[in-house]
């Protein structure tokens, strides 16, 4: 079992930004950054594997948001830059120890959720 819990949502005009932390309680292959607007799915934002050595993110946030890991911390966080107004959601952390389910950033393959943390960007 792992136990995420996330920090740092909040309210923001456009343009500005926010960091996000989530606090694992043990080390974990991949750790991830999911996100979900009202009436709409769950969509992978990024994923960062064992050692930071490899990220991925989707194309929506490439070049404004940054994934990362402390290892020694077991902490993930996601800096977002430039943020937009459909950046608003609520925010999860997720884990898994599946390679596949890492890259494929399919949200049935993550079993560890944390609580969700709310981003709002208003225009």
């Known amino acids: 079992q792992v136990q995420l819990v996330e920090s740092g949502g909040g309210s923001v005009q456009a343009g500005g930004s926010l960091r996000l932390s989530c606090a694992a309680s043990?080390?974990?292959?991949?750790m991830g950054w999911f996100r979900q607007a009202p009436g709409k799915e769950r969509q992978g934002v990024a994923r960062?594997?064992?050692?930071?050595?490899?990220?991925d993110y989707d194309d929506s946030v490439k070049g404004r948001f940054t994934i990362s890991r402390d290892i020694v911390k077991n902490t993930l966080y996601l800096q977002m830059n430039s943020l937009k107004p459909e950046d608003t959601a609520m925010y999860y952390c997720?884990?898994?120890?599946?390679?596949?389910?890492?890259?494929?950033?399919?949200?049935?393959?993550?079993?560890?959720w944390g609580q969700g943390t709310q981003v709002t960007v208003s225009s």
């Open positions: 997720a884990a898994t120890d599946s390679i596949g389910a890492c890259r494929n950033a399919a949200p049935g393959g993550f079993p560890y």
């Open positions: 043990r080390l974990i292959y991949c």
């Open positions: 960062i594997y064992t050692g930071g050595t490899g990220t």
